[in-house]
């Protein structure tokens, strides 16, 4: 009998991004810095119980931590979706979603868009409202797939996410503590 392999290209990205997310994230964390509070493979505590988990964090299962990020931060958020096409952009969206924000990085996406719409000859330009819609899937795809821009959003994307890190620790003095490792971790990475 012959096996079938039920594995989508997205799933497998997903899993690709899930183990490089997990190298950044760590295990289980409480510094009382972090605004997230306690964390166990970057899901805050706060998280976990709203997805059903009941133990405590430092024992949260990897493959809980994996189910969560993969429903909350890919799946809900069409990252699969991304993923069929343009699988960096995805994955990229996939780790500032779960740093700063699905939403926030999603808005980083559509400022990109609609700067990089030369006028509004290229597609609709987007309402920046954080939602990766159609809209936005079909703007991305036609940036992607038309103007190839893949290199371009990257790093605007990039950019976006660093000055917001900067301001972050300038704002709040408590989070200077983690803005190299943001840095280094999650920008151009």
């Known amino acids: 009998m012959e096996s079938r392999d039920d594995t989508t290209a997205?799933?497998?990205?997903?899993?690709?991004?899930?183990?490089?997310?997990i190298l950044i994230e760590g295990g289980y964390t409480d510094n009382p810095l972090d605004s997230g509070g306690k964390t166990c493979y970057g899901i805050t505590e706060q998280t976990a119980r709203s997805?059903?988990?009941?133990?405590?964090?430092?024992?949260?299962p990897l493959e809980t931590a994996r189910a969560i990020y993969k429903k909350?931060?890919?799946?809900?958020r069409s990252l699969d979706q991304v993923?069929?096409?343009?699988?960096?952009?995805?994955?990229?969206?996939?780790?500032?979603g779960v740093n700063v924000g699905g939403s926030r990085s999603t808005r980083w996406l559509q400022l990109a868009l609609n700067a990089l719409n030369n006028r509004s000859k290229r597609w609709t330009d987007l309402h920046v409202?954080?939602?990766l819609a159609k809209d936005t899937i079909a703007a991305l795809?036609?940036?992607i797939l038309v103007y190839h821009m893949e290199e371009t959003i990257y790093k605007a994307l990039n950019c976006m996410q660093g000055n917001y890190y900067i301001e972050l620790a300038l704002t709040r003095k408590k989070d200077q503590v983690f803005l190299r490792g943001w840095l280094d971790n999650r920008i151009f990475h």
């Open 129 to 131: 409202d954080g939602i």
């Open 51 to 60: 997805w059903g988990y009941r133990g405590r964090i430092d024992e949260l």
């Open 83 to 96: 993923a069929a096409f343009v699988p960096r952009i995805a994955t990229k969206l996939f780790d500032a």
């Open 72 to 76: 909350h931060y890919w799946t809900n």
């Open 141 to 143: 795809k036609q940036a």
């Open 10 to 21: 997205a799933d497998r990205i997903f899993a690709a991004a899930f183990k490089e997310l």
